[in-house]
């Protein structure tokens, strides 16, 4: 997918790019017409001319044609599909597998570590929103899944919402966890370490995959953001890449405790 977009690339020069970004008034019209992650030309919805759009820009940024920063905030915002914190293939690669329905918008990640304390088993909790090419909340077909770079010969998972995914443990020895949709395209992970939170900093990872109407799956519905050690990424040769971290707050460890103290020695005899 990536090759033949670049090949595509090479034959475009800035009267093209500039052409596409005034007919969609990407520099000048910047009231969104509606919160459609993926939409470029303003029908809110996903298909291949945003795809098409989104390529002319990427090619513009990419020769110096034009900026990202004179480009319209709201269109910034739409730019990043894959969550890596760029601009880049991947993004277009991202979108014409959303255009194919093969794939869905991850429009928010929310985590909330205030209770991961060392000692304590606090949850951590992490809220995914999904959203369709048209705009609309995924609540089916479709998991979340996260690596936690948590090990498991320190820990074990206690989940309280979403569930252990598989025996629960990556290649990595990381826990593997997925989630639970609450509503509203929201998907939710409640995890606390069992039985304690030791001191340390562990990352997330967060996997989006989606099923065909026969619950069937195949490559181009897996997507790991940023990259996991978990399969079938690893069998890609991914490796893991946290999408953020937690720092368990306080000081705790499971430090073997020095041996004790001799007793004293009896007096001198006399």
């Not at 993004?91 to 000692?119: C, E, I, N, P, Q």
């Not at 069998?235 to 007793?263: I, K």
Request: with cysteine; charged share 20%.
């Amino acid at each position: 997918e990536a090759s033949a977009l670049r090949r595509r690339l090479n034959v475009l020069d800035a009267d093209d790019v500039q052409a596409v970004v005034d007919r969609y008034e990407l520099q000048t019209n910047c009231d969104a017409k509606c919160d459609v992650r993926g939409d470029f030309n303003g029908d809110c919805r996903v298909t291949s001319p945003d795809v098409y759009v989104m390529t002319m820009v990427y090619t513009g940024i990419q020769n110096n044609f034009i900026t990202l920063a004179s480009l319209c905030p709201v269109i910034q915002a739409r730019l990043d599909l894959s969550l890596d914190g760029a601009f880049d293939v991947a993004d277009l690669v991202y979108l014409l597998r959303v255009a194919a329905r093969k794939l869905h918008f991850v429009t928010s990640v929310v985590h909330d570590a205030t209770d991961v304390v060392a000692g304590s088993s606090g949850p951590l909790d992490v809220l995914v929103t999904v959203f369709n090419a048209a705009g609309e909340p995924v609540t089916s077909q479709m998991g979340v899944r996260s690596e936690v770079s948590y090990l498991a010969s320190e820990g074990l998972p206690g989940v309280t919402v979403g569930a252990v995914d598989g025996d629960g443990v990556t290649p990595l020895g990381y826990w593997l966890l997925s989630a639970a949709h609450v509503g509203d395209g929201v998907w939710r992970i409640t995890v606390g370490a069992t039985p304690l939170w030791l001191s340390r900093t562990f990352g997330v990872a967060l996997m989006l995959e989606t099923l065909d109407n026969e619950g069937g799956t195949s490559v181009d519905r897996n997507w790991a953001f940023r990259g996991s050690s978990a399969s079938p990424y690893s069998d890609r040769e991914d490796t893991f890449v946290p999408l953020f971290t937690v720092a368990v707050s306080g000081a705790y460890d499971l430090s073997p405790s020095p041996p004790p103290s001799p007793p004293p020695s009896p007096p001198p005899s006399p």
